[in-house]
């Protein structure tokens, strides 16, 4: 007999699968996709670049990618198409057993903006499968006094597929006796039961064989068979029964193996073999029944396999009694296993993010983290934290999920790298907690500037430095790293005295190091003033200055420069006048000399090196006075030698000498006369081009000087003329003075120091007197301011040989039988000879008003 349902036929079953498998269907926010079971690897599941609104190409810029738990990895994303395909070959009644809907669930991770998109896979069954009974043949014995319409209940088939390509009918081969009627369970499930038809004879035939054969309705049809044996035996009037229809056990699933955990009972009242109980598993499941195991003599049962609330919260079974005689009795047991908290949250780093900026915003995501417990109620709820004051924090997405921000901004220079610990602890006794560790490294930016350690610096440098010398470094501090924290050198443009500041002064660009360019002279300048920029090499560039102040050490490198006197060019020889008449501490000159350095450097002091009459004059050792030291005597010569040296007090000291001749005369007839006969000192070095230029320069002096001549003896005739008329009673004429004068005689040049003298003159005779009163002394060189009108006059050599003297005379007034002048003391009339030529030969003459 064969029960059938309907069943579609397999072009139609084939083409649902098909466009299953290519549908998407959006509900709740997820994106949902079938497929059929047992494909081969990288079988197009769904176009899910589209269903992101994302490009293939955009996968590995953004990383996308598949984010599932707990079990190997079904599904694969193909970055070239966009598109979902299977990993491997997908086997449905593992994965999902008996289960109506088959459903996979993962997430697509958009990893740059840490983004999860939940995606439902339902996994199509194929009839891949045949049913099977557990046993390969089964026997049952009957009493040949059983009355017809007794029902005994056959092994169920199993078929692990589902819908249609499960188990659909049963069929039992024909016999006289027994029939076959399917009953249906309240869960949908079939039960066969094979059905006395009409009494049994042991004598006409002890044994039965029967096929019963289960079938699904998948395409093509696939089926299984069991085979049945019926003995006939003698008259059993009592079954066994059970103690109780059924019965429920609660094991917790740590229960060690081998344990005892429910013991089943069935009596029997017969005697003997009739009476005699077995007990054995019916209609149970392949893999229950390698979990636990039956004593067919006690009725006790163990467990040989651990149990696993997670995989099997309970585990259904039916019992089976039957006596020596064959007569059956059934119960149902229910072993409920009591979950222990027993596994430990599951941490995992979904995606997670190694380096982050330290301007990044507070809420910027570092991390999505999963968390699970397999275990349940309590032992399943979990908490996520992390320890320590650091600046992140947790934000729960849903159940499983917790992202990882930042809680304020950080700051890699007070913390370059973070070690941060998750926690996840279930609510369970004792409670179990897992611990992850991220190591994040925060990256810098340009947020620093270089900053120099003082605001301002001074440093110092000798003069007459070397080239290339180096006098500072500034080093400037950055608190980046890398290349924000590389820093350059510059200096600010400016100019010194015209020039650029870049040709006295460089800095290396990468040390700081400070070059002088040149060798620098403190008489010069003595500072400089230079800001160096310290720029980072960071995007933007941030940059710091700092001022330097570069002082020029003075070094004793100039020798004392002499003023005055100041020695010809031209090869003539300096003299300085002093009467015969002066007396000790007379000031015949005074040495004038300057020194450039500063400091002690610049101190002068000045000494006598060197005289032709040792003990007649000295000198002033800060004031360069050449004074006399003794009263001149006649026995002192007329021309008297002296070296001066000027020395600083630098170290070492230098020095400068100069050669001072004095001329020593009572009257000024016999100074110029003896001056006339001074020759000047050959120069054995001169160039005969110099020779050339002196003999020029003498030439047109000459022509000169006869023109001045000719012009002054017209004067001086005039004016003798008009004196005549006017001393008629012929008094004598005097003339007082004071004077300072320039004397040249071929080629020989004097300095007349100041003095007072008398002049007196007799009218009608061309001789004159000449006397020297108390000289005046002067600690420095006079004006040469006139002190009136005067007029220039030459006396020429002709004229010296004469003793004519000619000079300005002041209005006289009659004393007695002599004039004189007005003015007790007026300044000396300045007699100019014609000097020889040189750059310092312009002699002027200064007369005091008749």
């Known amino acids: ?225 069991l085979h049945i044996r019926v003995r006939v035996v003698d008259a059993n009037d009592n079954p066994p029964a059970f103690t109780q229809a059924q019965y429920h056990m609660s094991v917790p699933e740590n229960v060690p193996l081998g344990t005892q955990l429910l013991m089943v009972k069935a009596t029997d009242p017969d005697e003997g073999a009739n009476g005699e109980v077995s007990y054995s598993f019916h209609n149970i499941d392949h893999k229950i029944a390698h979990i636990f195991q039956l004593n067919s003599y006690t009725g006790e049962i163990s467990n040989k396999e651990a149990l696993d609330y997670e995989e099997h919260k309970s585990y259904p079974m039916e019992i089976q009694a039957q006596d020596g005689a064959g007569l059956m009795a059934r119960a149902k047991v229910l072993v409920k296993v009591l979950d222990i908290n027993d596994n430990a949250p599951e941490v995992t780093m979904t995606s997670v993010t190694t380096a982050v900026p330290e301007n990044s915003p507070p809420g910027a995501i570092i991390a999505l983290i999963s968390v699970h417990d397999q275990d349940s109620e309590e032992n399943g709820d979990t908490t996520c934290s992390i320890a320590g004051n650091i600046p992140f924090k947790l934000e729960k997405l849903d159940e499983n999920y917790y992202h990882l921000v930042t809680e304020r901004t950080l700051d890699r220079e007070l913390t370059s790298r973070y070690n941060i610990t998750v926690t996840a602890a279930d609510h369970g006794t004792p409670a179990l907690y897992t611990e992850t560790h991220i190591s994040l490294q925060v990256t810098d930016i340009n947020d620093n500037p270089p900053v120099f350690p003082q605001n301002s610096y001074s440093t110092f440098i000798l003069e007459n430095n070397p080239r290339g010398a180096s006098f500072f470094s500034a080093i400037a501090y950055d608190a980046d790293s890398n290349e924000n924290a590389l820093v350059t050198y510059s200096l600010v443009e400016d100019t010194i005295q015209g020039m650029p500041l870049s040709s006295y002064v460089s800095i290396n660009s990468d040390t700081g190091v400070l070059y002088a360019l040149r060798s620098f002279d403190y008489e010069q300048f003595q500072d400089l003033q230079l800001r160096v920029i310290a720029c980072d090499s960071g995007d933007p560039p941030l940059s710091s200055n700092v001022s330097i102040s570069l002082f020029v050490l003075d070094q004793n490198d100039n020798a004392p420069e002499i003023l005055y006197p100041v020695l010809p060019t031209d090869g003539s020889t300096g003299v300085e006048l002093a009467p015969r008449s002066a007396e000790p501490g007379y000031l015949v000159t005074k040495v004038v000399a300057v020194d450039r350095d500063s400091g002690q450097n610049a101190w002068l002091s000045y000494h006598l090196l060197k005289a032709s009459e040792p003990g007649l004059f000295q000198v002033g050792l800060h004031t360069g006075e050449v004074r006399t030291a003794r009263a001149l005597l006649d026995r002192d010569a007329l021309k008297q030698s002296l070296v001066v040296a000027v020395q600083d007090h630098g170290q070492p000291p230098l020095s400068a000498t100069v050669t001072l001749t004095v001329a020593i005369a009572d009257s000024i007839p016999d100074v110029l006369a003896d001056l006339g006969s001074l020759e000047a000192p050959r120069d054995s070095q001169a160039s005969d081009l110099t020779l050339y230029l002196v003999v020029a320069v003498a030439a047109v002096s000459c022509v000169f000087l006869a023109f001045v001549i000719v012009l002054l003896a017209l004067r001086l005739r005039r004016w003798h003329a008009s004196r005549l008329l006017q001393a008629a009673g012929g008094g004598l004429l005097g003339a007082p003075a004071s004077a300072s004068q320039f004397v040249g005689v071929d080629g020989v040049r004097a300095f007349l120091q100041t003095y007072s003298h008398e002049v007196s003159l007799t009218a009608g005779s061309r001789e004159s007197h000449v006397i020297f009163p108390q000289p005046n002394y002067a600690d420095t060189l006079l004006s040469q301011e006139s002190c009136g009108k005067s007029e220039p006059f030459l006396v020429t050599q002709d004229l010296l040989e004469d003793k004519k003297e000619t000079f300005s005379q002041p209005r006289p007034t009659r004393t007695g039988d002599s004039l004189r002048p007005r003015d007790p003391a007026p300044a000396a009339p300045k007699m100019v000879m014609k000097p020889a030529p040189g750059p310092t030969t312009n002699l002027t003459q200064r007369c005091c008003k008749l």
């Open 1 to 225: 007999m064969v029960i059938r349902r309907k069943r579609p036929s397999c072009s139609e079953l084939y083409l649902l699968c098909f466009f299953l498998g290519l549908s998407l269907e959006a509900w709740a926010g997820k994106i949902r996709y079938v497929v059929p079971e047992e494909t081969e690897k990288a079988f197009f599941v769904g176009n899910i670049a589209e269903d992101l609104g994302l490009q293939p190409q955009e996968f590995k810029e953004r990383g996308v990618r598949i984010v599932s738990r707990g079990r190997t990895q079904l599904f694969a994303l193909n970055p070239r198409s966009g598109s979902l395909v299977t990993a491997d070959r997908i086997d449905r009644e593992e994965l999902c057993a008996q289960r109506a809907r088959c459903l996979v669930n993962f997430n697509i991770l958009v990893e740059d903006k840490m983004k999860l998109f939940p995606v439902e896979v339902e996994i199509i069954d194929i009839n891949d499968n045949t049913p099977q009974f557990q046993l390969e043949e089964v026997e049952f014995k009957m009493n040949e006094i059983t009355a017809p319409g007794t029902r005994i209940p056959l092994p169920f088939g199993q078929d692990p597929d589902v819908g249609m390509n499960s188990l659909q009918s049963y069929q039992l081969s024909s016999n006289p006796h027994f029939s076959l009627d399917v009953q249906q369970g309240t869960d949908g499930s079939q039960h066969p039961e094979m059905v006395l038809q009409s009494p049994l004879d042991r004598e006409e035939k002890a044994m039965h064989h029967l096929l019963l054969t289960a079938s699904d309705g998948g395409s093509p049809v696939r089926s299984g068979t």
